[in-house]
């Protein structure tokens, strides 16, 4: 074998490692606790699904308004159950979307397959932890006519993603000991967003309590339970969801 075929090779070599270990991080996310686990199992008052997304329904409800969720980078989605459970309790379809890689990234448009797929439901509001959120925000920008508002988790747009002339119903909420998307991170994030966008900061709450995944690396610790940061977000996503309805 000459040189040439060689380092051929050897360069094939390397970018089948590289994408082998990236494959392997991506797809060992982190979660889900026990509580997203039991979360996951139907009740009189809510079916869950499982299939290509997490689908959690009302019983015996007339649904009107759908909310998807995007999760968190390299998050499992099952660690957003508890909180897409309660939801659906109040009467709304919920639906989680897992992403390719476990990265929103490569999956920002697929609300608009749940959409598709739900053509009974009248209003649709997009929310997303993290990276999910920037990708939620990326979704409703690029398709302003299938949403009617955007919630973001611990969550920002991307800064080619200029929603500050955006009609949308936007509410962003975020922790104050959140070590991963600082409190500075949201306040330059204003300028991407409307004026009239709804601000909720959570005292004490960190990244990680957004799900039900433990700890995640980098971020702070919450000076809040995991409970109390979830009622709050959950109270506050049900108020964007309770507008558009």
């Given amino acids: 074998m000459n040189l040439k075929k060689t380092i051929i090779w050897l360069v094939l070599l390397v970018i089948l490692i590289a994408l082998s270990g990236f494959s392997i991080w991506a797809y060992t996310p982190l979660g889900p606790m026990p509580e997203a686990i039991s979360a996951m199992v139907s ?7 499982e299939y290509t997304w997490l ?60 959409i598709e797929n739900f053509p009974e439901i009248d209003h649709w509001v997009v929310a997303g932890h993290s990276l999910g ?25 991307a800064s080619s993603d200029d929603l500050s002339n955006s ?18 991170d949201i306040t330059n994030s204003s300028l991407l967003l409307p004026e009239n966008t709804s601000w909720v900061a959570i005292d004490g709450g960190n990244h990680a309590q957004f799900g039900w995944y433990g700890d995640q690396a980098g971020d702070n610790p919450a000076s809040i339970s995991r409970e109390k940061q979830q009622q709050r977000i959950i109270e506050s996503t049900r108020q964007i969801v309770d507008i558009v309805n």
């Fill in 43 to 49: 009740t009189s008052e809510v079916i869950v699904e």
């Fill in 167 to 184: 009609n949308l119903i936007i509410m962003s909420i975020y922790g104050t000991n959140d070590g991963l998307i600082t409190e500075q």
């Fill in 133 to 157: 959120g920037s990708m939620a925000a990326r979704y409703a920008i690029r398709k302003p006519t299938d949403v009617d508002g955007l919630v973001l988790w611990a969550a920002y747009p």
């Fill in 55 to 114: 689908v959690f329904q009302p019983v015996d409800t007339p649904i009107n308004t759908g909310l998807v969720i995007y999760p968190g980078g390299r998050v499992d989605p099952r660690s957003y159950a508890p909180a897409a459970k309660q939801l659906a309790e109040d009467g709304f379809l919920v639906v989680i979307v897992p992403m390719p890689f476990n990265l929103a990234i490569f999956g920002w448009q697929k609300a608009g397959e749940v």
